[in-house]
């Protein structure tokens, strides 16, 4: 496992690096959630395919920007799944953004999840690397990777980070959130999930919403490299993730590489308050 987290180290730094001076216009391309992929997704892609495939212990990869899974070495151990620019929308306004890796044990499934990295590209470039506890990591002069401290979320936060367009949501989730407003929460909302959900870990609490809407009746956010990452982050946080009706975002099994699903990431107060609005 460390030895595959050093070659995801390597292809962050690389990232980071060819994001001091990107090219931020989009290709003719569209990945298979329907995305238009800017000419950064397809770089960031091929520079963590490029540097993960150099690890004796990848099995496969699982990617935003790639249609199918690509096998790598079938004795191998470790599936990674990834989205190698989320929020890559926002590259043109110079907000952070970040890379997520789900590292999963043979089979992606979340019960198989042993490990979730993910990069926050800001002002200074940051790792979460969480195998048992959520450790922060940030780049030092010496373009060292130095541990910082390790991440936990209080039993309830002030952040409320509210996903997807508002005219769609149902009439329940609109209750919810209001209700949060009503206690003084503080609207948190980038448009960019690594960065949102980062600002609630550091912030040590909150909730990050992205329900089932109208116009996307099974979520918009990706199962095994978006939602199952940062689920288990959160988890190990001491936090709690729901997908508005179970206990927990990784207790959900998809086949599909590219699966959607509602997906809620907060600390406890914040989550059992959703699931008495969801399920009355
Ligand atoms: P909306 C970025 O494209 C992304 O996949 C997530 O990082 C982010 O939370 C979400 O989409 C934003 O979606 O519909 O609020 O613009």
């Not at 496992?1 to 990232?15: D, G, H, P, R, T």
């Not at 238009?36 to 004796?56: A, N, Y």
Request: net charge negative.
């Amino acid at each position: 496992m460390e030895e595959l987290i050093s070659y995801i180290q390597k292809a962050v730094l690389e990232i980071s690096d060819a994001l001091k001076f990107p090219d931020t216009s989009y290709s003719q391309n569209h990945n298979s959630t329907g995305d238009t992929q800017l000419k950064f997704d397809i770089l960031s892609d091929e520079i963590i395919t490029k540097t993960l495939t150099q690890c004796p212990s990848l099995k496969a990869i699982i990617s935003e920007e790639k249609n199918e899974i690509l096998t790598v070495n079938e004795n191998a151990k470790y599936i990674v799944a990834y989205d190698p620019l989320d929020g890559s929308s926002l590259m043109d306004v110079n907000f952070a953004i970040g890379s997520i890796f789900g590292i999963y044990e043979q089979k992606p499934s979340a019960k198989n999840l042993k490990a979730a990295v993910y990069s926050m590209y800001g002002a200074r470039l940051e790792l979460v690397i969480c195998e048992d506890t959520p450790k922060l990591y940030r780049l030092d002069k010496n373009n060292q990777f130095t541990f910082i401290k390790d991440l936990k979320m209080e039993e309830k936060g002030k952040i409320n980070a509210t996903g997807g367009t508002q005219k769609f949501w149902d009439e329940k989730h609109s209750k919810f959130i209001k209700s949060l407003f009503e206690e003084n929460y503080r609207l948190r909302y980038s448009g960019a999930m690594v960065s949102d959900i980062n600002q609630i870990l550091l912030k040590g609490g909150g909730i990050f919403s992205y329900p089932a809407t109208k116009d996307a009746p099974l979520g918009k956010l990706r199962a095994f490299f978006e939602v199952f990452p940062l689920a288990f982050i959160v988890e190990k946080a001491g936090g709690k993730t729901t997908n508005g009706n179970n206990q927990s975002l990784l207790d959900l099994e998809f086949d599909a590489i590219h699966a959607t699903t509602p997906c809620f990431f907060g600390s406890k107060y914040e989550i059992s308050k959703l699931l008495e609005f969801y399920n009355g």
